[in-house]
């Protein structure tokens, strides 16, 4: 069973199928690829704590653990599991928005962040 989230949207703003659990994300998965030739992949969203299904061309999988990193507004940064998922968001977003963002180590060494180049 799947049904359509109530609280978490898509890029398109519609709202994203939401799955209870990660094997039935994974079902949700699957069937996408045998029918429509999509590959996806299922995540565990932090806003709704259920699951949705992402294109597999735009996974860049967060870390799970926080660390006290902060950006200058004072809001906790994204963290990134490997540096490649790092690289990978930052190449969406240059594309996206044009903006360029550079990958560093975090401090605690948790995972990457993503900074604005400041040059
Ligand atoms: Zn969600
Ligand atoms: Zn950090």
Known sequence: MNFKSETCVGRNNRSLTLYYTKSE????ARYAKSTYHKE???YKCSSCGYYHLAPANRNTPLATK???CVDRNGSSKDLYISKSSAEKRAKILLSENGVKLSVYKCVEERGYHLSKDRR
């Open 25 to 28: 994300a994974d079902d949700g």
């Open 40 to 42: 996806m992949v299922s």
């Open 66 to 68: 926080r660390c006290n």
